[in-house]
């Protein structure tokens, strides 16, 4: 409000499955402060402009993880990405590697039912009622500030899913888990108060998961929180070998 | 034609209070069927947000006693003791859950959980997972809720109706967004947890999704909303934008400065434990305006603020226990505040009023419950300690699914066919409002209208010739928002027509604020007055009550409740 | 009292599907830097399955006798040859180079068993191992050890 308006050319891909054939494209032309992000100037077509145009966000302070886009052709936070990094003209997509359900909206069921497939609860071997002992008298279980940090980063992802729209795997087969998934389900293998990585093994081990990874690192590259999902595919594949080498050598629990 | 789903209970709202109701429920009864609606997929709700932590008592020098006490008194007296009672106690073990489910709260070397000062608090009593508890707690609850099978999701819905019958509520109708096309959601009991409506206003740390939608649609349905004059305004926001900057900041040590450099707070001595900086959210977020009124604001390009200094705590302290907080100074205000100090200044934050709700998280209505920010089971009174309502999610969302589950099962499912044809009504009113280009009010303009009332007359300081003007103002925009201006006819993933309901929620919501507020003449917590600057136990220690009329809402009072602590003068 | 919820209650909520478009790259992505580097490194694996055919060749011609094999090995002092094993060793160092980028610390600080140092000293690390190794296979081949 400060300073002059500077204007920004804004072409943003529409598609309404009740009129249109095929996605096309709109442009605009707004005034922008230097100030925004690339959401803000999303939301000012949307507020000024053209109220038809269909895009998620909530949070606007990364954390949510709604607003992610392909802006000039990678996936970006909206919210998180500076206007001013862009000069003169920007591209906003949907993000890539996931059919469009309306404009910038994209179908993210598939990606909700992978989500589930990791298991990402912890698993204990023990019913509940059994399991009290492994609690301290808080009800807690103890875990030593070390033991968090094997896992921690790996729990920091916001599902924003800029990693699927990255990855060269997902582009070729859709079906592949992806980074974030395996990313979460690695997390609780990692966490000590976990004993499920066995079960979670076996799932990596199959079809379209871990070893559908060509480590193109695309993701971690992406990633907008740090969380190197990359790192946690590759060491979900070692872990998942050697479970499997190990189940060659040792006997079977319980058999 | 409009599909109908039958279900033991339904939860509206996916965040920390309905995914720890539709947990308990699901726990308690393996056969029952338990839906969850919400018009986010439920790791975008606003829990998301929350930054500082969650309060129960951890330590061996605290007390549920100190807990509660110190509750009460941050809520100016105004919060019911009966609550506060069973929510301090309860606190402990729910965190304890969280932390089983795989919440990975931050230890201290002997691998317990550690503990932060927080402002209001007498002693660490604060569960932290650095400093994205929300966050960590969503997704620790999301991910928990998806080992139960009986959870039936209805990601992107927008719940438009309570579906009633003989008073009793037994149901929802909903807008599939995706398709647009209506849902009659049944079940034998409803739970509402669906935040809070900072959006009301225009400076808010809330996202834009935090509508108030569940408030209103239990005020439509004859609910009473209480206490919706009390709003925190949370000291800390960044200018601009609202972005939160928790209060986790200072409880680690750090300091509000003003222009002079001073840290004002010393004089104001609100501090609880020799921290001049950990007063109670409301009486710090005066202090700042005093400091604006008095001259020594610091004036920039973003406008009037004080500054935050953690300069003091060092890069290895910060980037452990506040490594968000710098993160998000570095992104949206282009300050690293291991060197710089953050400029900051009070935001909306917080609603404590909301659903009229009982210990039990049940509303008036028989088979309505409400939990968390949506509800006002009177936890928070007349401002909530911070870290106190992350807690209250889960004590009063598991609270609300258990009864709401035990209700279910003693009551009988109501006529299907009616309770449709209520929904194909509400379904052939939405049809008709989407893309209707008859009406001549802007979403955007009216919103904005609605933003600038509120911050005028319900601000941090109020004074009642202001309050009744926009109280007047939001009546009159209430009443243009049944002319809105929509051109979005597609019925696929259409954020007008919801844009356009949610306004028409908050407006609804603005105008009972507005109201409620005009009525109290004294100062207590949030509602601060400038014409009536002390509190008044004698004409006004009680609950006020809003219900729905044709001319705007009519207000009523409830009796506090008091018993283990008598009200006395709130000093700290 | 009622029984529990109607017996459809807990199928998955139908949802109405709509028409979606399919998934679409941008229509700028074979000219983002991101992009390049990848069908880069993708590119490297024919240089790869070149490499191996030579020496899958070399092994087949080792196997009809001493003949072949001078005949074969001096094949390689071929400019062309030569020219193809300078562009191998610079696809091994891109792969080996981007693959180390991976390796790097993303998150700061992280509290964990293994501490994190910082990114100088990890990459220092990398490329002195990997140094070291290049060095030792070096003196293997020139005779020098073993």
Same mark, same amino acid.
């Given at each position: 409000? /400060?300073?002059?308006?500077?204007?920004?050319?804004?072409?943003? /891909?529409?598609?309404?499955?009740?009129?249109?054939?095929?996605?096309?494209?709109?442009?605009?032309?707004?005034?922008?402060?230097?100030?925004?992000?690339?959401?803000?100037?999303?939301?000012?077509?949307?507020?000024?402009?053209?109220?038809?145009?269909?895009?998620?966000?909530?949070?606007?302070?990364?954390?949510c993880?709604?607003?992610?886009?392909?802006?000039?052709?990678?996936?970006?936070?909206?919210?998180?990405t500076?206007?001013?990094?862009?000069?003169?003209?920007?591209?906003?997509?949907?993000?890539? @590697?996931?059919?469009?359900?309306?404009?910038?909206?994209?179908?993210?069921?598939?990606?909700?039912?992978?989500?589930?497939?990791?298991?990402?609860?912890?698993?204990?071997?023990?019913?509940?009622?059994?399991?009290?002992?492994?609690?301290?008298?808080?009800? /807690?279980?103890?875990?030593?500030?070390?033991?968090?940090?094997?896992?921690?980063?790996?729990?920091?992802?916001? @599902?924003?899913?800029?990693?699927?729209?990255?990855?060269?795997?997902?582009?070729?087969?859709?079906?592949?888990?992806?980074?974030?998934?395996?990313?979460?389900?690695?997390?609780?293998?990692?966490?000590?108060?976990?004993?499920?990585?066995?079960?979670?093994?076996?799932?990596?081990?199959?079809?379209?998961?871990?070893?559908s990874?060509?480590?193109?690192?695309?993701?971690?590259?992406?990633?907008?929180? @740090?969380?190197?999902?990359?790192?946690?595919? @590759?060491?979900?594949?070692?872990?998942?070998?050697?479970?499997?080498?190990?189940?060659?050598?040792?006997p079977?629990?319980?058999? | 034609?409009?599909?109908?789903?039958?279900?033991?209970?339904?939860?509206?709202?996916?965040?920390?209070?309905?995914?720890?109701?539709?947990?308990?429920?699901?726990?308690?009864?393996?056969?029952?069927?338990?839906?969850?609606?919400?018009?986010?997929?439920? %790791?975008?709700?606003?829990?998301v947000?929350?930054? $500082?932590?969650?309060?129960?008592?951890?330590?061996?020098?605290?007390?549920?006693?100190?807990?509660?006490?110190?509750? +009460?008194?941050?809520?100016?007296?105004?919060?019911?003791?009966?609550?506060?009672?069973?929510? #301090?106690?309860? *606190?402990?073990?729910?965190?304890?859950?969280?932390?089983?489910?795989?919440?990975?709260?931050?230890?201290?070397?002997?691998?317990?959980?550690?503990?932060?000062?927080?402002?209001?608090?007498?002693?660490?009593?604060t569960?932290?997972?650095?400093?994205?508890?929300?966050?960590?707690?969503?997704? *620790?609850?999301?991910?928990?809720?998806?080992?139960?099978?009986?959870?039936? =999701?209805?990601?992107?819905?927008? #719940?438009?109706?309570?579906?009633?019958?003989?008073?009793?509520?037994k149901?929802?109708?909903?807008?599939?967004?995706?398709?647009?096309?209506?849902?009659?959601?049944?079940?034998?009991?409803?739970?509402?947890?669906?935040g809070?409506?900072?959006?009301?206003?225009?400076?808010?740390?809330?996202?834009?999704?935090?509508?108030?939608?569940?408030?209103?649609?239990?005020?439509?349905?004859?609910?009473?909303? &209480?206490?919706?004059e009390?709003?925190?305004?949370?000291?800390?926001?960044?200018?601009?934008?609202?972005?939160?900057?928790?209060?986790?900041?200072?409880?680690?040590?750090?300091?509000?400065?003003?222009?002079?450099?001073?840290?004002?707070?010393?004089?104001?001595?609100?501090?609880? $434990?020799?921290?001049?900086?950990?007063?109670?959210?409301?009486?710090?977020?005066?202090?700042?305006?005093?400091e604006?009124?008095?001259?020594?604001?610091?004036?920039? &390009?973003?406008?009037?603020?004080?500054?935050?200094?953690?300069?003091?705590?060092?890069?290895?302290?910060?980037?452990?226990?506040?490594?968000?907080? =710098?993160?998000?100074? &570095?992104?949206?205000?282009?300050?690293?505040?291991?060197?710089?100090?953050?400029?900051?200044?009070?935001?909306?934050?917080? %609603?404590?009023?909301? #659903?009229?709700?009982?210990v039990?998280?049940?509303?008036?209505?028989?088979?309505?419950?409400?939990?968390?920010?949506?509800?006002?089971?009177?936890?928070?009174?007349?401002?909530?300690?911070?870290?106190?309502?992350?807690?209250?999610?889960?004590?009063? $969302?598991?609270? *609300?699914?258990?009864?709401? %589950?035990?209700?279910?099962?003693?009551?009988?499912?109501?006529?299907?066919?009616?309770?449709?044809?209520?929904?194909?009504?509400?379904?052939?009113? +939405?049809?008709?409002?989407?893309?209707?280009?008859?009406?001549?009010?802007?979403?955007?303009g009216?919103?904005?209208?609605?933003?600038?009332?509120?911050?005028?007359?319900?601000?941090?300081?109020?004074?009642?010739?202001s309050?009744?003007?926009?109280?007047?103002?939001? =009546?009159?925009?209430?009443?243009?928002?049944?002319?809105?201006?929509?051109?979005?006819?597609?019925k696929?993933?259409?954020?007008?027509?919801?844009?356009?309901?949610?306004?028409?929620?908050?407006?609804?919501?603005?105008? #009972?604020?507005?109201?409620?507020?005009?009525?109290?003449?004294?100062?207590?917590?949030?509602?601060?007055?400038?014409?009536?600057?002390k509190?008044?136990?004698?004409?006004?220690?009680?609950?006020?009550?809003?219900?729905?009329?044709?001319?705007?809402?009519?207000?009523? &009072?409830?009796?506090?409740?008091?018993?283990?602590?008598?009200?006395?003068?709130?000093?700290? | 009292?009622?029984?529990?919820?109607?017996?459809?209650a807990?199928?998955?909520?139908?949802?109405?599907?709509?028409?979606?478009?399919?998934?679409?790259?941008?229509?700028?992505?074979?000219?983002?830097?991101?992009?390049?580097?990848?069908?880069? !490194?993708?590119?490297?694996?024919?240089?790869?399955?070149?490499?191996?055919?030579? !020496?899958l060749?070399?092994?087949?011609?080792?196997?009809?006798?001493p003949?072949?094999?001078?005949?074969?090995?001096?094949?390689?002092?071929?400019?062309?040859?030569?020219? !193809?094993?300078?562009?191998?060793?610079?696809?091994?160092? !891109?792969?080996?180079?981007?693959?180390?980028?991976?390796?790097?610390?993303?998150m700061?600080?992280?509290?964990?068993?293994?501490?994190?140092?910082?990114?100088?000293?990890?990459?220092?690390?990398?490329?002195?191992?990997w140094?070291?190794?290049?060095?030792?296979?070096?003196?293997?081949?020139?005779?020098?050890?073993?």
């Amino acid at each position: 409000m /400060t300073e002059a308006a500077e204007m920004m050319h804004v072409e943003v /891909t529409r598609f309404d499955p009740d009129q249109d054939e095929v996605p096309k494209v709109q442009e605009y032309d707004i005034p922008i402060q230097s100030d925004w992000k690339v959401l803000d100037a999303i939301n000012y077509i949307k507020d000024e402009v053209d109220s038809s145009l269909s895009h998620r966000w909530s949070c606007r302070m990364a954390v949510c993880g709604s607003c992610g886009m392909m802006v000039n052709g990678e996936p970006k936070l909206t919210c998180k990405t500076s206007l001013a990094d862009y000069s003169g003209s920007i591209k906003i997509e949907p993000l890539a @590697n996931f059919p469009i359900v309306r404009d910038l909206v994209v179908d993210i069921d598939g990606f909700m039912d992978k989500f589930r497939q990791v298991k990402p609860w912890i698993l204990r071997a023990k019913e509940r009622a059994e399991d009290m002992e492994a609690l301290n008298e808080k009800g /807690t279980f103890s875990q030593s500030p070390a033991e968090l940090g094997a896992f921690k980063q790996f729990s920091m992802c916001i @599902n924003c899913l800029l990693c699927y729209s990255a990855c060269p795997v997902v582009a070729n087969e859709p079906e592949f888990i992806g980074p974030a998934a395996i990313a979460l389900g690695h997390r609780y293998n990692l966490d000590s108060r976990d004993e499920g990585a066995r079960e979670r093994n076996e799932t990596f081990r199959g079809e379209g998961t871990v070893f559908s990874c060509s480590f193109a690192n695309e993701c971690s590259q992406v990633c907008p929180k @740090n969380v190197d999902p990359a790192a946690a595919v @590759n060491q979900a594949k070692l872990g998942a070998v050697i479970d499997w080498a190990k189940g060659l050598v040792l006997p079977r629990e319980g058999a | 034609m409009i599909q109908v789903s039958r279900h033991d209970i339904v939860i509206v709202g996916g965040g920390g209070a309905g995914l720890r109701a539709a947990i308990a429920a699901a726990e308690a009864h393996p056969d029952a069927s338990i839906a969850l609606v919400s018009k986010v997929y439920p %790791m975008r709700s606003h829990t998301v947000s929350a930054e $500082g932590g969650a309060a129960a008592v951890a330590r061996d020098d605290d007390s549920e006693e100190l807990h509660g006490f110190d509750t +009460v008194k941050g809520s100016d007296f105004l919060g019911d003791q009966d609550v506060i009672e069973y929510f #301090v106690e309860q *606190a402990p073990r729910e965190l304890a859950l969280l932390e089983n489910w795989g919440c990975p709260w931050s230890r201290n070397d002997d691998g317990t959980v550690s503990t932060r000062a927080f402002g209001g608090m007498t002693t660490k009593r604060t569960w932290y997972a650095t400093d994205k508890v929300g966050f960590h707690m969503l997704h *620790a609850l999301f991910q928990h809720s998806m080992r139960f099978e009986n959870i039936v =999701r209805y990601d992107e819905f927008f #719940v438009t109706e309570l579906l009633t019958e003989n008073g009793e509520c037994k149901g929802v109708a909903a807008l599939e967004i995706r398709t647009g096309e209506f849902h009659a959601i049944l079940g034998r009991a409803v739970i509402l947890a669906t935040g809070g409506a900072g959006k009301i206003f225009p400076f808010t740390t809330n996202g834009t999704i935090k509508t108030g939608d569940g408030m209103a649609l239990a005020y439509r349905a004859g609910v009473a909303l &209480k206490d919706m004059e009390f709003v925190q305004y949370h000291p800390t926001g960044l200018p601009g934008t609202g972005i939160l900057i928790t209060e986790a900041a200072r409880g680690e040590g750090g300091y509000l400065r003003n222009a002079d450099g001073d840290r004002f707070l010393v004089d104001y001595d609100y501090g609880v $434990g020799n921290k001049a900086e950990l007063g109670p959210r409301d009486m710090v977020s005066r202090a700042i305006i005093q400091e604006f009124e008095a001259g020594r604001g610091i004036d920039s &390009k973003v406008g009037l603020h004080a500054a935050l200094d953690l300069t003091h705590l060092g890069e290895a302290h910060i980037n452990e226990k506040l490594p968000f907080v =710098r993160e998000l100074a &570095k992104t949206y205000i282009g300050v690293d505040p291991v060197y710089e100090h953050i400029p900051i200044r009070p935001v909306v934050h917080y %609603m404590m009023g909301g #659903v009229d709700t009982d210990v039990n998280s049940a509303t008036s209505m028989p088979g309505l419950y409400a939990a968390g920010e949506v509800a006002c089971a009177s936890l928070n009174g007349a401002n909530r300690l911070g870290s106190n309502s992350l807690t209250e999610c889960l004590v009063a $969302g598991a609270v *609300a699914g258990q009864n709401a %589950m035990d209700f279910a099962r003693g009551s009988s499912e109501g006529n299907v066919e009616r309770l449709r044809g209520q929904a194909e009504c509400e379904s052939a009113r +939405v049809d008709a409002l989407r893309g209707s280009a008859k009406g001549s009010e802007q979403i955007s303009g009216l919103r904005q209208e609605m933003n600038s009332t509120m911050e005028e007359g319900c601000g941090v300081y109020r004074d009642h010739p202001s309050m009744a003007v926009a109280a007047e103002k939001a =009546r009159e925009i209430r009443q243009r928002a049944s002319d809105l201006h929509l051109t979005d006819k597609s019925k696929v993933f259409n954020t007008e027509i919801i844009g356009a309901m949610e306004l028409v929620n908050m407006v609804e919501l603005a105008e #009972v604020l507005a109201v409620s507020a005009a009525a109290r003449k004294e100062s207590r917590g949030a509602h601060t007055c400038r014409d009536f600057p002390k509190r008044d136990d004698t004409n006004f220690l009680y609950h006020t009550m809003a219900y729905q009329t044709e001319d705007g809402p009519r207000l009523d &009072k409830k009796d506090v409740k008091l018993g283990h602590w008598e009200p006395q003068e709130r000093k700290y | 009292m009622a029984g529990t919820a109607h017996p459809e209650a807990m199928a998955p909520p139908q949802k109405g599907p709509t028409r979606t478009a399919p998934p679409q790259m941008p229509g700028t992505w074979w000219g983002a830097p991101r992009i390049r580097t990848y069908l880069l !490194f993708g590119a490297t694996g024919i240089v790869y399955f070149i490499a191996g055919t030579v !020496f899958l060749h070399l092994v087949w011609q080792l196997g009809k006798g001493p003949e072949a094999w001078e005949t074969a090995l001096s094949s390689l002092s071929h400019p062309a040859y030569i020219a !193809f094993n300078a562009l191998t060793l610079v696809s091994v160092i !891109f792969v080996g180079v981007r693959a180390f980028g991976g390796m790097m610390p993303k998150m700061q600080p992280r509290t964990g068993p293994i501490p994190v140092l910082p990114a100088g000293t990890v990459k220092a690390l990398i490329y002195g191992v990997w140094s070291l190794m290049t060095l030792v296979i070096c003196l293997i081949l020139a005779g020098v050890l073993f």
